[in-house]
């Protein structure tokens, strides 16, 4: 390993950054604090020109590799980073101090992750991801995210303290902390397993981010959106590429939000749904495991991290100038917000895949991988999770918030900097849906794949046409479900409902626990008090004042006693 | 001490034995006559000073020359009367004039409060007489001669107790109780020596200890052991038989509860220690079985009965009465693990036992003197009220419990080796529970000195006092030496050890 | 140099008690009463330092007491050294907090408050020092009689009643079970010596080293392993600054501590892994964390949800113990520290909350945040801390706990770890969420509160994440101790 | 968040319409959705019809099967969203479900 270059983790300026602006009672300074830092760590990832393993550090015996650059870690870094800097500007109209401090020590946290070389910094960042971003949600400052941020939290640290118990496991028997390939069979592995899991929203898993992404602010949900997951994506690719189940698990995760982002009122929560069924297909493609697969995967974090981006940035501008985002409350938004509405159409299209836009040039690696390697019922279902995407994303968003039936809600277009930051992000989907090339050249595994061949071009046009004209029909007949004001039950029902009263009813049971141990011992205590009273105290049988007869007669009883002890032995 | 032996004309020290006794009782007829308590109580404190100095005499001659062995009047025994001391009793000899001249200096106060002016002088001579008879006890080697002196010191007492009864009428039927009890447990004694004198036709002990090897199997002898051992129980008030005690101790004048809780029931179970190794033969069956069932078990019941007794009662005498109890039971055990160790321990619980309830009968008398106590609840606050007599109740109250840095943990601490080295686990766990319950029970009194709210007088002051000299001095000296025997324990150590050795030396005779 | 090391051992004992003297003459002007104590928390602060500086040294004070094969002793070891320099490092910040919760809420009886609090110090100091059994257990017993009139200070029935618990507990596990087994060490290994490798070690049989395991375990009532844990939510009703230091690091942590040196020098690893009982004390151990964790969060008074917090962690130490493989005891050694100055963060937090607001129930405090952010800031630090989240100090005896567990197989307890952090997320998170995040009450405070109040907390939760990155440190200090290789 | 009242006055609703939006107005017409809907219709129906001048080389064969990823993708789509009609049924709840409910931790 390279030791000597004194490279930085690009990780570091970003969550100094967050220090400053926590600190930074100025708007202005933190503002630029927050643009310049994404900047400088820009520069540190530049300035690592071949890969190897920076910034190690000794502590306490261990050693903590906290800038590995290599194939995998840089795409992850890059993109990280660039979101950084979209979300700054994204946020630039915000005066909120905590969310600037914590979005910024979050994003780094993220990016101190995919930069970890052994599994005690990756648990490290892990970890401050968790309790930076939760604040991105409290930070809606209302009882219901409070309470969401909470259960998110709680999530979160679970996912940390099982990785941590897994490294240790893993640690402890294989003796080497390094982050590489784990796989299930190692010892501690499904712990870790299980950790990824949690954070990249495995079904039965994944409820933790519908339920907080869309109660967090304007800026915090664009924020969330990017890193938490990815990183988790990048953790599996890391640690279980080639993993059998992943391929299932991922094929799940595709298809099942297609149908709960229907009937989804909450456009973030739609977005929310849809950034699981994004996550299949990378999950799909780690599982897959083949080079083509992760640079599948790779490509399409880099892609879905922007265009899932200008999603929420596009949502959070109706949010911000609404005050909803309820699809029943929406519509014919573009009379005034134009700009808004187109640069979420290009997220839309980018996310649904149509050529010259950058979900097309990403997802066609994973869906290629897939059908190379015979999997033929995932493929299946990710064409499937396609036509769903284009659903979800691409039209109901679109579609329900800026058209749909005019709600006649006239608001201002959204703050110049939010334009601004869609705009680069819009900007950057074209950008690498029309020239994939520098996407692919710093993907991890060199590779010759063409995407736009005319078989592939129209085949994803047949899909997306056709679909569209589904949904034309449908809304013609009335046959789509009208959007209207309902909360729908997912895996959250468990833990808020079940979970609740499991939670009322250990709460009860802790209250009587409690008090039964106070009590108990209390009464137990008093009883044999009154008892040992009744018998003992000065009026009680056993103290009264005897008349001396009856001691005589004791004594003689003893000396009987003593004689036949005597006599026995004698 | 042997700077004291040594300036002593050596007449005197040859006699030393008879005049510890004898100097007492012609002291008591003095003090009966002198026409005031001041005057008494003077002659209380020289000859108890007195007898100080000979007991060491005597201990240093022990411990450096051997059993003495005094021919009372110059007849030689086994005929004439024999007084013998070795190390078992020269420790008593030396705790009995030790405590009895602390507790006559402390006496002044607390008798003249308590005593008609013009008794005074009767109570310092029926003191003198008890004095005198439980030395007289504690040094013979004659059975016969042992009850008489228990008789003389178990009468003078009766008067003692009954003198109470200017304060408390129930002093009267206490001291009733006492004579009846007492009575019945010198008659059993004297049947039992009357027993064996019939089986061996001695009444001198070494000289039945010699002879009754071979009786051993005689229902005679039998029968004595259990008559002994009854009636020295009841003197040494062991449960059940201790019922008398409480009262006793409750409605008494303080001096005498000080005086009688340090030193009477530790004669009586010295007594118990002498016959059962020095006079019957440890070895015998019938003994050996009763260490077991009568001395352990019995005193292990005490330890704990006795001790929850303790933990009810609202009088605080009466609450160190029946703690006295369940401490003598600590000792019973002593004697029942029969071992050097426990015998050994029984008696540094012997020693300690009245440094600590020394200290604590003499500050409730203290605290009586000034405010007239008899209740728990009538202690509240004293802590800031009397704080120097209330520091010294604590250091007492944490011996008796057995906390470290008191000598009190010495006790349990040996004891609890002794029925280790035993195998008797079951015996240290109760050993645990009879300390916490005198936890408790010396809990409930400190909480009372230090947490609850003193008196306030009508300007909302607390009421404060301080105990008299005569008072205070004794009581302190005590308490340091409940503290200072934790740090310096040799000395009791070697004199227990020795005395346990000597107690045990009987068997091989 | 004048100040050997054998002095400073006395001197950590002899400072506190002559503070608690000059305290106590100088009741009568609060302001010179208060500098005597502040003296001197830093003078023993200052030779706590340098014991710390001469620990290889082991330097030691032995006093025979004759014949009788047992002596008191001082005697100083990395351990002892650690436990002492976290006591007396925030007995320096828990007095300018006293000072400010006692003035701030005009109690009464102040000098006797003070007095006591410097003897409590310096039983807490002869704990950390002693070099045998016997002389932990008296300066153990002196600790928790030193500590009564502090709970009891109140003075009115509620607290009479939870001083009585406090005492009758602590006395009664000490002296029923803790001295049995400090006698049968004596009686079996012929000393009560902390010994390197464990003095027990080859002398007992693990069937009586279980048996020896339980009494001591038990018998550490102030390590207050369920059940005999209800003496700690009782002191509660004692001041918040006496709850702070002495029931999150004097006196809970004299427990721990105590019980992680039997384990190390009485038992040592290997005994307690070939005794049988370790296992269930480790069970024992784990079910406390978490029943402990379900009380606290049924609490809506936040000092008592904060006591059975402290119960749950507590028991972290006994688990780390009781796992006996270096790492473990080295998790758990760490735990004395990190957990001390997380909690103690705490409990000072609820002072300052209370002593700015009246407020009690943890229902009350909504919204609080806003108006108290720097006492609330630090409560969420504390409490980030306690669930052992990076980068605060908590993180590492989790991390060596659970290394400890997994070295040894012992994986359920891992599990039972992991519980417990979801669970600290849960009853503690909200309070400072809450806090901040709910709306500012409409009317009550207007000032954060006394700042001798808020400040303290402040420091101390600025420790707790400095410690984070002074892990490297602690571990080459303590690590020769357990054997562990870093 | 910054709770901003959407403006409840009718009248002015027509003024508000923001400049550039003007030019985009037509898309509300019906007779342009009618339109649009003819136009995908005949879209898919012509891209479907590509695949028999031009073979599609596919790595599942019956994914070469004429029109398949048209076939696919709106029945698919027609899937996803009637499966809404049963799920809502069987999932949907008032919107206050929850938070009527949740008491405090």
């Known amino acids: 390993m390279i030791d000597a270059l004194p490279l930085l983790s690009p990780a570091w300026p970003i969550i100094l950054g967050g220090l400053l602006c926590g600190l930074i009672p100025w708007y202005g300074l933190r503002k630029a604090v927050s643009l310049a830092m994404p900047l400088i760590a820009m520069a540190f990832w530049f300035s690592v020109d071949q890969p190897g393993t920076f910034g190690a550090l000794e502590v306490a015996g261990f050693t903590f590799e906290t800038f590995r650059y290599d194939g995998l870690s840089r795409v992850w870094g890059l993109i990280f980073i660039i979101a950084t800097f979209l979300n700054s500007i994204y946020g630039l109209h915000d005066r909120d101090r905590l969310q600037d401090a914590t979005a910024l020590i979050y994003a780094g946290a993220g990016l101190g992750a995919v930069f970890a070389g052994d599994l005690l910094s990756l648990f490290f960042f892990w970890e401050l991801t968790a309790i930076s971003s939760v604040f991105l949600i409290w930070a809606s400052r209302n009882p219901a995210a409070f309470r969401a941020g909470l259960r998110y939290l709680a999530i979160h640290v679970l996912s940390g303290v099982l990785l941590l118990a897994g490294s240790i496991i893993y640690a402890t028997n294989t003796g080497s902390w390094a982050f590489n390939d784990i796989g299930l069979d190692a010892p501690g592995g499904v712990l870790i397993f299980l950790a990824f899991g949690i954070k990249c929203a495995f079904p039965l898993l994944h409820n933790w981010l519908q339920d907080a992404y869309p109660k967090s602010t304007v800026v915090g949900a664009v924020v969330l959106s990017a890193f938490t997951t990815k990183l988790a994506v990048y953790a599996l690719a890391r640690g279980f590429a080639g993993t059998e189940m992943l391929i299932w698990i991922g094929a799940i995760m595709t298809a099942f939000p297609v149908f709960f982002a229907v009937i989804e009122n909450d456009l973030r929560k739609v977005l929310a749904y849809s950034l699981n069924n994004q996550l299949g297909f990378m999950v799909v493609g780690i599982g897959v495991g083949t080079e083509l697969a992760l640079n599948g995967a790779a490509a399409h974090a880099f892609v879905h991290i922007i265009y899932k981006a200008l999603l929420f940035m596009s949502m959070g501008a109706v949010l911000y100038r609404v005050g909803t985002v309820k699809a029943s409350a929406l519509g014919g938004l573009f009379k005034s917000m134009p700009y808004s509405a187109f640069f979420c159409i290009i997220g839309a299209a980018s996310i649904s895949a149509f050529p010259l836009m950058s979900g097309f040039v990403a997802k066609s690696l994973t869906l290629a991988a897939t059908a190379q390697e015979g999997h033929w019922i995932t493929w299946l279902v990710l064409v499937f999770a396609s036509a769903g995407v284009l659903e979800h994303s691409g039209i109901k968003i679109p579609y329900f918030a800026f058209f749909s039936h005019d709600s006649g809600k006239r608001v201002k277009e959204a703050p110049w900097n939010m334009l601004l930051a869609m705009g680069i992000a819009a900007f950057l989907c074209v950008f690498i849906g029309v020239f994939p090339g520098y996407l692919y050249a710093i993907l991890p595994f060199e590779m010759d794949y063409q995407p736009y061949t005319f078989d592939h071009v129209v085949g994803q046009m047949q899909l997306l046409i056709a679909a569209m004209f589904a949904f034309s029909l449908l809304m013609r007949f009335g046959l789509y479900p009208a959007e209207r004001p309902s909360v729908n039950l997912d895996t959250d029902w468990f833990y808020r409902r079940m979970g609740d009263g499991l939670f009322k009813w250990a709460w009860a049971m802790g209250g009587r626990l409690s008090a039964s141990i106070q009590n108990r011992f209390g009464v137990a205590g008093r009883a044999l008090t009154q008892r040992l009273f009744n018998l003992f105290s000065p009026a009680g049988a056993m103290s009264r004042d005897v008349p001396s007869g009856l001691l005589a007669i004791w004594t003689s009883v003893l000396l009987g006693l003593v004689m036949v002890i005597a006599y026995v032995a004698g | ?509 | 140099m004048m100040w050997s090391p054998e002095i400073a051992l006395l001197a950590a004992l002899i400072i506190p008690v002559i503070g608690g003297v000059f305290v106590g003459l100088l009741g009568k002007t609060p302001n010179l009463r208060e500098g005597a104590t502040l003296v001197a928390s830093v003078l023993l602060a200052l030779n706590v330092a340098y014991l710390v500086s001469v620990t290889g040294d082991r330097p030691e004070l032995i006093y025979e007491i004759g014949s009788t094969g047992l002596a008191f002793g001082l005697k100083l070891e990395p351990l002892g050294a650690l436990f002492a320099a976290v006591a007396s490092g925030l007995w320096i910040v828990n007095s300018l907090y006293s000072i400010g919760y006692m003035r701030g809420n005009n109690e009464k009886n102040q000098t006797r408050f003070f007095v006591f609090f410097t003897i409590a110090i310096a039983a807490a100091m002869g704990v950390a020092l002693s070099s045998n059994l016997l002389t932990m257990f008296l300066f153990y017993e002196a600790l928790t009689l030193s500590t009564y009139p502090l709970v009891a200070h109140k003075g009115d029935a509620k607290s009479s009643r939870g001083a009585a618990i406090y005492l009758s507990i602590l006395l009664g596990t000490s002296i029923g079970f803790l001295l049995p087994a400090i006698i049968a060490t004596q009686y079996i290994a012929g000393s009560t010596d902390f010994t390197v490798g464990g003095l027990l070690n080859g002398e007992a049989s693990p069937m009586v080293a279980s048996v020896l395991l339980v009494l001591f375990i038990f018998g550490i009532g102030k390590a207050a392993l369920m059940p005999v844990h209800p003496w700690l939510p009782n002191a509660m009703v004692a001041p918040t600054p006496v709850s702070a230091l002495l029931h999150a690091v004097a006196v809970v942590k004299a427990g721990v501590f105590a019980v992680l040196k039997v384990s190390t020098y009485i038992f040592g690893p290997e005994l307690i892994a070939a005794a049988p009982a370790s296992d269930w004390l480790a069970w024992i151990a784990a079910l406390s964390i978490v029943a402990a964790s379900i009380i606290a969060m049924s609490s809506n008074n936040l000092k008592r949800r904060l006591a059975f917090s402290t119960v749950s962690q507590l028991s972290y130490v006994t688990i780390g113990a009781m796992i006996a493989a270096p790492l473990a005891l080295l998790g758990a050694a760490l735990q004395i520290v990190m957990h001390a100055w997380a909690k103690i963060t705490l409990f000072m937090c609820a002072g300052a909350i209370y002593t700015a607001s009246k407020k009690t129930e943890i229902s009350d405090m909504r919204g609080l945040g806003r108006l108290m952010p720097w006492t609330f800031g630090a409560f969420a630090v504390g409490a980030f801390s306690i669930i052992g989240l990076p980068p605060f100090g908590g993180m590492w005896p989790k991390l060596y706990l659970m290394m400890g567990a997994a070295s040894t197989g012992q994986l359920a307890l891992i599990g039972a770890l992991i519980l417990s952090s979801i669970l600290n997320v849960g009853y503690l998170l909200p309070i400072p969420g809450r806090g901040f995040f709910d709306p500012a009450p409409k009317e009550g405070l207007k000032k954060p509160g006394p700042m001798l109040a808020v400040l303290p907390p402040v420091i101390t939760a600025a420790g707790a994440t400095i410690l984070f990155f002074l892990i490297g440190p602690l571990t080459d200090f303590l690590a020769p101790v357990f054997g562990v290789e870093l | 968040m910054s709770e901003t009242k959407p403006s409840r006055k009718r009248k002015k609703t027509e003024d508000e319409i923001h400049p550039v939006s003007r030019l985009f107005l037509w898309v509300e017409k019906p007779s342009v959705h009618f339109i649009f809907l003819i136009f995908l219709g005949i879209a898919s129906f012509g891209l479907g019809a590509l695949d028999f001048l031009h073979h599609r080389h596919e790595y599942v064969d019956w994914a070469e099967w004429h029109g398949f990823y048209a076939w696919f993708g709106f029945g698919g789509f027609a899937l996803a969203v009637l499966a809404g009609w049963p799920l809502r049924k069987l999932i949907g709840r008032p919107e206050d479900y929850y938070e009527k409910a949740a008491g405090d931790d």
């Open chain 2, 1 to 509: 001490m042997e700077f004291l032996a040594s300036i002593l004309p050596a007449q005197i020290v040859a006699h030393a034995p008879a005049i510890i006794v004898v100097v007492p009782l012609l002291m008591a007829a003095v003090s009966a006559i002198m026409p005031n308590g001041k005057l008494s109580w003077a002659l209380v404190v020289i000859s108890a000073a007195v007898s100080v100095v000979l007991a060491i005499v005597l201990t240093v001659d022990v411990q450096t020359s051997g059993v003495i062995s005094y021919a009372m009047g110059g007849w030689a025994p086994p005929a004439g009367i024999e007084f013998r001391i070795d190390s078992l009793n020269a420790v008593l000899l030396l705790l009995l004039t030790v405590i009895g001249l602390l507790s006559a200096v402390y006496a002044l106060p607390s008798v003249a409060m308590q005593i008609d002016a013009n008794r005074q002088s009767l109570f310092y001579a029926a003191f003198l007489v008890c004095f005198a008879g439980l030395l007289g006890v504690a040094i013979t080697g004659d059975a016969f001669n042992m009850f008489v002196f228990l008789e003389i010191s178990s009468i003078s007492t009766y008067v003692l107790v009954g003198m109470g009864a200017g304060r408390d009428r129930r002093a009267l039927t206490a001291a009733y109780n006492y004579l009846i009890l007492g009575t019945i447990g010198a008659t059993f004694f004297v049947i039992g020596v009357g027993f064996l004198y019939m089986a061996t036709g001695t009444l001198n002990m070494a000289d039945m200890a010699a002879r009754l090897p071979d009786l051993s199997s005689s229902r005679v002898v039998q029968a004595a052991f259990a008559f002994i051992i009854v009636g020295l129980g009841l003197k040494a008030a062991m449960f059940p038989l201790h019922l008398w005690l409480p009262n006793a101790y409750a409605y008494s004048p303080d001096f005498v509860t000080v005086f009688q809780a340090t030193t009477a029931t530790k004669v009586a179970f010295y007594t118990l220690v002498r016959f059962m190794f020095d006079v019957f033969w440890p070895d015998a069956a019938f003994v050996a079985v009763s260490f077991f069932w009568v001395f352990a078990v019995l005193g292990i019941v005490a330890m704990i009965v006795v001790s929850i007794q303790a933990v009810f009662q609202t009088d605080a005498r009466r609450l160190l009465a029946f703690s006295s109890v369940a401490q003598a039971g600590y000792m019973m055990l002593g004697l029942g693990i029969g071992s050097v160790a426990g015998i050994a321990a029984g008696m540094l619980h012997l020693v300690n036992h009245a440094m600590m309830k020394g200290v604590l009968f003499m500050a409730l008398g203290a605290f009586a003197v000034r405010f007239g106590i008899r209740r728990i609840s009538d202690l509240n606050g004293f802590g800031r009220s009397m704080p120097f007599t209330s520091v010294a109740f604590t250091i007492g109250g944490l011996s008796l419990i057995g906390v470290p840095m008191t000598v009190g943990f010495w006790s349990k601490w040996y004891l609890g080796v002794a029925a280790f080295e035993n195998g008797w686990w079951w015996a240290v766990a109760a050993l645990i529970v009879s300390s916490l319950i005198a936890l408790v029970y010396i809990g409930r009194m400190l909480a009372a000195i230090w947490v609850a709210e003193p008196q306030h007088d009508r300007d909302g002051d607390i009421v404060t006092a301080r105990a008299p000299w005569l008072m205070l001095i004794p009581i302190w000296i005590l308490a340091i030496a409940n503290v200072w025997y934790f740090f310096q324990p040799e000395f009791l150590i070697s004199l227990t050890n020795a005395a346990a050795e000597a107690a045990l030396a009987g068997e091989a005779r």
